[in-house]
């Protein structure tokens, strides 16, 4: 089955939260602009293209490959996200408001893997 990507609310997620990763990011000292900031972007970029990539797959057994991966950049991002923190690059309250974001994005990603693993066996 064939998915609009614009459609779904995990894509929508992922693009609000590489929004998030630029304005965050900013503030970064600008000697990690082709470190640190540049993989964190990378990550946050990577989730919703990866679904939006998926989308394009001609069944759902390969479009759930590409949502693992976008996932796996999620896991990425937010290990990144608590390294920013540690270092002091940011704040404690934007941390956990970013950390609960991811958080609940790859909840819902997991959730819809399980339901296309789910209308694959039935």
Same mark, same amino acid.
């Given at each position: 089955m064939r998915h !609009?990507?614009?459609?779904?609310? $995990?894509? %929508? &997620? /992922? #693009?609000?939260?590489? #929004?998030d990763t630029c304005a965050l990011t900013k503030s970064f000292p600008k000697e990690e602009r082709f470190g640190f900031i540049s993989?964190?972007? @990378? &990550? %946050? $970029? %990577?989730?919703?293209?990866n679904i939006a990539e998926g989308t394009s797959r001609k069944s759902d057994k390969h479009f #759930?490959?590409?949502?693992? !991966? &976008?996932l796996g950049s999620g896991y990425e991002w937010e290990s990144q996200l608590v390294i &920013?923190?540690? $270092? /002091?690059? #940011?704040?404690? !309250? @934007?941390?956990e408001e970013?950390?609960?974001k991811i958080q609940n994005l790859q909840g819902k990603i997991h959730r819809?893997?399980?339901?296309?693993?789910?209308?694959l066996t039935s």
């Open positions: !609009n990507f614009k459609k779904l609310e $995990v894509w %929508s &997620a /992922g #693009i609000d939260l590489s #929004i993989q964190m972007q @990378r &990550a %946050s $970029v %990577s989730i919703p293209s #759930i490959t590409y949502l693992e !991966n &976008a &920013a923190f540690r $270092v /002091g690059y #940011i704040e404690k !309250n @934007r941390f970013l950390e609960k819809f893997i399980e339901k296309l693993e789910k209308s």
